[in-house]
């Protein structure tokens, strides 16, 4: 791979974002069926004490994180990992037959808290607007069509929410079509409203968040399924020109983005759909075998992300085997690095340098390289970022500049007159100094 071009950003980036991050980002507490007590016990408290120690001790872990961002990202590491041995722990000798049961009782429980506590949350900055809006997926009828074996696997039945994100200088001329993060199998939109809110608001824009199909309860191509009938609402109901729609996710949400462009380009010639302006992908997952590279294994990593003992990974539990269930790992419409790269939109995408996914940022740099017509894609890589380090923006340099090249970004695809700094630069290294 090419080596990236250093790009050093100005601290004066910052201050235009004060104002509309403050009060605004809420970290979700990753899913798990431990008792609140024993998390702070386990995990959370010992947690605090090594990072404050460590701090003392050795200095920050990277030069650009502050105390506030240690503490926040030691803590959910601890939770994850904490949850990691309590799987093992609670899936012990569990037979084969009672394994779905219990999953999804953990599940529910699990999603049920993040959710149930994130309702309390207010964003009291003036000119937010949240509304919601759902759709029957059986008034989108056959809308899938790959003429493959997965479009048998396509549940047509029930309603698909979403949520509205606007401010009150959004414009009606610009839509983010966003998907929130969470391994498939956990979050939703108003765990993402941190950064929807801000998007709209920095952006001037609208964001419609999707609140499509979690596993184990609905695997793949489900979650697929419903970000295509999202993407039709607006184009053929809504009649928003796709030239003003971008595409945008995290994680999860951020391969669910390139997967939709993958479908856009190979079948929405049948159904009549143009590709969508851009899309702007937040440390996307986008190799759900888990065998782009050796982030993936790498132990010295303080990301919060467990690394993988094992890949592809074999646990039946792990996240991408319940969401892919019985299709391979590396079906290039859940897992879009072993597809194509060829003929796409124009692309953004951001990768913290101490991130598990790492390596698919790298690969995808490669295959843009390679096989991509044109030089429209950007791939930014944050030295001191981790996973989705723009979720932390209030107390993250890397989460503030990297929200800030997303709101230019967009500005670039939507008003063709402003200088082109951050579309179609290629590779490169973006530093925070």
């Given at each position: 791979?090419a080596?990236?071009v250093s790009?050093?950003?100005p601290?004066?980036?910052f ?8 009060g ?15 998390l ?5 408290v ?15 872990t990277y030069p650009?994180?502050?105390?506030p961002?240690e503490v926040a990202i030691g803590?959910i590491r601890?939770?994850?990992?904490h ?6 722990e609670l899936?012990?000798g569990?037979?084969?037959?009672e394994?779905?049961a ?7 429980k ?9 309702e309390?949350n207010?964003?009291?900055k003036e000119?937010?607007h ?5 759709l029957e997926r059986?008034?989108f009828?056959?809308?899938?069509k790959?003429n493959?074996e997965?479009?048998?696997?396509v549940?047509?039945?029930g ?12 414009s009606?001329?610009?839509?983010v079509?966003?998907?929130?993060g969470?391994a498939y ?7 993402h409203?941190?950064?929807t809110t801000?998007i709209?608001?920095t ?7 999707v609140?499509y199909?979690l ?6 191509p489900s979650?697929l ?13 809504l009649?928003?020109s ?6 945008a996710?995290?994680s999860?949400?951020?391969g ?22 851009a899309?702007a ?8 075998s888990s ?11 303080p990301d919060?992300?467990?690394y993988?003992?094992n890949?592809p990974?074999k ?9 892919m269930?019985?299709v391979?790992l590396?079906h ?18 951001h ?11 790298e690969m ?6 390679e ?8 791939v ?5 970022g ?6 932390f923006?209030t ?9 800030e090249h ?6 670039e ?5 402003v ?7 290629g590779?490169?290294t973006v530093?925070?100094?």
């Amino acid at each position: 791979m090419a080596q990236p071009v250093s790009s050093n950003a100005p601290a004066a980036v910052f201050e235009a974002f004060e104002e509309a991050l403050e009060g605004e980002v809420t970290i979700g507490v990753p899913p798990t069926d431990t008792s609140l007590f024993a998390l702070a016990a386990e995990a959370i408290v010992p947690s605090f004490f090594k990072v404050t120690v460590d701090r003392v001790m050795k200095g920050p872990t990277y030069p650009t994180w502050n105390y506030p961002f240690e503490v926040a990202i030691g803590a959910i590491r601890s939770v994850l990992y904490h949850q990691k041995a309590h799987q093992k722990e609670l899936f012990q000798g569990v037979k084969p037959s009672e394994r779905r049961a219990i999953c999804l009782e953990k599940m529910g429980k699990a999603r049920k808290r993040i959710d149930g506590g994130l309702e309390k949350n207010r964003y009291s900055k003036e000119g937010i607007h949240f509304e919601p809006v759902i759709l029957e997926r059986s008034g989108f009828p056959s809308v899938f069509k790959t003429n493959t074996e997965i479009d048998s696997l396509v549940d047509e039945t029930g309603s698909l929410d979403m949520e509205w994100v606007s401010h009150k200088n959004s414009s009606e001329n610009r839509v983010v079509l966003y998907f929130h993060g969470g391994a498939y199998c956990a979050m939703s939109p108003k765990t993402h409203r941190g950064i929807t809110t801000v998007i709209a608001r920095t952006a001037k824009c609208g964001v419609l968040a999707v609140n499509y199909r979690l596993a184990p309860e609905f695997p793949f191509p489900s979650a697929l399924h419903d970000a295509l009938i999202s993407y039709i609402y607006l184009v053929k109901n809504l009649k928003v020109s796709p030239d003003r729609i971008i595409l945008a996710g995290d994680s999860a949400g951020g391969g669910l983005t390139a997967a939709l462009l993958h479908y856009i380009r190979d079948y929405g010639s049948t159904l009549d759909l143009p590709q969508p302006a851009a899309a702007a992908m937040l440390s996307p997952w986008l190799d759900l075998s888990s065998t782009s590279g050796s982030s993936w294994t790498d132990k010295t990593l303080p990301d919060y992300i467990p690394y993988f003992e094992n890949t592809p990974p074999k646990e039946w539990w792990d996240p991408s085997r319940l969401y892919m269930d019985k299709v391979s790992l590396k079906h290039p419409l859940g897992s879009p690095l072993w597809g194509s790269w060829e003929g796409l939109p124009p692309i953004l995408a951001h990768y913290g340098g101490l991130e598990r996914l790492k390596s698919d940022g790298e690969m995808v740099v490669q295959l843009l390289q390679e096989q991509a017509r044109e030089k429209n894609w950007t791939v930014e890589f944050f030295p001191g970022g981790c996973h989705v380090f723009h979720g932390f923006m209030t107390v993250s340099h890397e989460g503030r500049l990297g929200m800030e090249h997303i709101r230019r970004y967009m500005e670039e695809i939507w008003d063709k007159s402003v200088e082109k700094k951050i579309y179609g630069q290629g590779v490169r290294t973006v530093r925070v100094r």
